[in-house]
């Protein structure tokens, strides 16, 4: 079986999508967006370790030197953004939305950052990085797609105005008990050639999936879109 490893560079593209409390995609309008409005996403692995059992006997020698155990418990992100998009900031916090008097539908121009918790609300954050050292193609070019598929508890970090780009900063954890399955979308091309959701559903435990794909990224929009 033939392996490749690529040279993963840069983050060109990244979707957010809505989620129930069980981890599932939810079906309908304003439950996605898709934006390259991205600085940084930075992930550190959380481990909980048991207690070694380490136990001296009567002459003073090591009798017992059993090591703990450390164990994946979730993935802790911050994602950096470098332009305000409201609709990103709803889905991943439930930070409200501010609305104007268009007619007959109104624009969302805003939102607001309201006291309170978000320990219901649940996000997938997808991404698009590119490979370096490809050859040059139209038809075959080659991203590694990278999926953080139950992202939870998420918190605003600090913001700065002054002489420099507005940057809003969220934080959260990727949680085991994701309800993500394939996934709603196309990620993948097929060897038929054909446009495809993950050959295989995610385990609940899993907190990452990364893969190389041939398909695209999703064009950024600005404004949340439907789920299909």
Not at 10 to 28: I, K, S
Not at 91 to 110: E, K, M, Q, R
Not at 160 to 174: A, D, H, M, P, Q
Request: some cysteine; glycine content about 8%.
């Amino acid at each position: 079986m033939a392996s490749r490893c690529p040279k993963v560079v840069r983050a060109r593209r990244m979707r957010v999508t809505r989620l129930d409390a069980c981890g599932v995609p939810v079906v309908g309008s304003s439950s996605k967006v898709v934006t390259s409005g991205i600085i940084t996403v930075a992930a550190s692995p959380q481990y909980e370790s048991t207690d070694p059992i380490t136990v001296i006997n009567a002459a003073g020698e090591l009798c017992v030197d059993e090591p703990g155990c450390a164990q994946l418990s979730r993935i802790d992100l911050e994602i950096t953004f470098c332009e305000v998009n409201p609709d990103i900031f709803n889905i991943i916090t439930g930070a409200p939305l501010v609305l104007d008097d268009a007619t007959p539908t109104p624009n969302t121009v805003g939102f607001r950052i309201r006291s309170g918790g978000s320990c219901d609300l649940a996000s997938a954050i997808e991404l698009w990085s590119d490979e370096s050292g490809q050859a040059c193609t139209t038809t075959t070019k080659a991203y590694w797609y990278s999926l953080f598929p139950f992202l939870k508890n998420t918190q605003w970090g600090d913001f700065e105005y002054g002489n420099e780009n507005l940057s809003f900063v969220i934080t959260g954890s990727v949680y085991p008990g994701n309800g993500w399955g394939v996934g709603p979308y196309n990620v993948i091309n097929t060897s038929a050639p054909a446009p495809a959701p993950l050959l295989t559903a995610l385990n609940v435990n899993d907190l990452y999936h990364g893969q190389e794909t041939t398909l695209a990224p999703p064009a950024a929009e600005c404004g949340a879109t439907a789920v299909p």
